[in-house]
């Protein structure tokens, strides 16, 4: 049986950029399969013919006297047509005269997309792996389930899921989009492979590295980043040469440097604090707007600080997330204390953290 392919084939490799042989051996595999399925005795050799651009279907057969199985056996005499030496006993291939019905043509376009997925996801793989963790840019394009669409400047469509959005943003089918590659899985899951995120902390990062050459040539160096989405984000900076002060690097004049940032995040605050060796020091800065009075370090895991009462407003922040941020910032788990006695108020470095 001869099927003509050939414009299948070059409508696949126009829309999927496949490479034409590989792609002509999945179609012989999936064909083959759908022999299999019908003739499942049978010994089938599938090739593709360039020229012609036809399948040619061929079958092992046994070369016997009398014939007890008209889809593994010939007779010696038909076998000589075919070649002259041809014993008892021996196998040739012949062509296979056997047909399939709409089933097995079915089953092979089956086995033949799943082939091709398979293909494109190793692609997809390939080509962003290296990206991680570094900032893409897109447009919306559709809201999902569970998130949205993004339309990739090379046509990739990638997935926003909405855990990892900010509140702040606003999905406009259309609009241009900054994101971060977060995830690229080596399969599709609910057909989406790349995975994206704006609501880390890493987030932030990448985008101080693209916005202040400084940082991206690690003059100011960002040491910790601590965010809750949509409430503020905490950064602790350092400059490795003394003359450079890294706050004012990242803020630049009248806020030019920092505003871009803002801006894409949804007008979400940042606190930039500048790292010294005292923890003591850190714990205050990393508290603010609130006025610390006091700091003592219990272990490496737990600080007390006092403040006036009109300040603990402040330090706790909007349902506890300030002191939230401070104490994930710095890694330890900060109590607030009211008249000498330990009352902690807030929320544990435990109590909210990030996926990163």
Known sequence: MNVNLKQVIDELIREKGLNRTILEKIVCEGMKSAYLKK???????????HALGNLAVLTEKQVVQAIQDNDTEITLKKARYLDKDIQVGQTILVPFEGSIGRVEVLHARQIIAQHIRGIEALAVYNEFKSKQNEILHGAYHKTERGGVAIKLDDGTIAFLPNANMSPADKVIIGAPIRCLLKEILQEP?????????????????????????????????????????GYKSKIIVSSREKNIDPVGTCVGIGGSRIRPILTE???????????????????????????????????????????????????????????????RLLGVNIKLMQNEKVGKIGVSIEGISDTW
Not at 43 to 48: A, D, E, L, Q
Not at 277 to 296: G, I, T
Not at 298 to 309: Q, T, Y
Request: glycine share 4%; aromatic share 8%.
């Open 39 to 49: 003739y499942p005795a049978a010994t089938f050799v599938i090739s593709y013919d």
């Open 189 to 229: 899951v609910n057909d989406h492979q790349v995975i994206l995120d704006r609501a880390s902390g890493v987030f932030v990062r990448k985008l101080m590295e693209l916005e202040i050459p400084e940082v991206f040539e690690k003059i100011v160096e960002i040491k910790t980043v601590a965010r809750i989405a």
């Open 265 to 327: 995040i949804g007008g979400e605050k940042i606190d930039i604090i500048e790292y010294v060796d005292s923890f003591e020091e850190m714990v205050k800065a990393s508290l603010k707007p609130a006025k610390v009075e006091r700091v003592e370090l219990l272990n490496k895991e737990e600080a007390c600080v006092w403040v006036e009462d009109d300040q603990r407003s402040y330090a706790i922040g909007k349902s506890g997330q300030n002191i939230a941020l401070a104490s």
